[in-house]
């Protein structure tokens, strides 16, 4: 349930902006989420030190 929180508050946020009638916003966040996403399962594996 831990892992799912932040995904249901960005959610939220996405759906209350845009009821306010800001959906450019709320597509900028939505995309800056799923950029960020994409970046943690793409990045390079940081290399441990010996």
């Known amino acids: 349930m ?14 209350v902006l845009s009821e306010l009638r800001l959906r450019p916003l709320a597509a ?3 995309l ?3 950029a960020w996403c994409v970046w943690t ?6 290399r441990t030190p010996r």
């Open 2 to 15: 831990r892992g799912l929180l932040p995904w249901l508050a960005v959610l939220a946020l996405v759906v």
């Open 28 to 30: 900028a966040v939505s």
């Open 32 to 34: 800056a989420w799923l």
């Open 41 to 46: 399962w793409i990045r390079p594996t940081r």
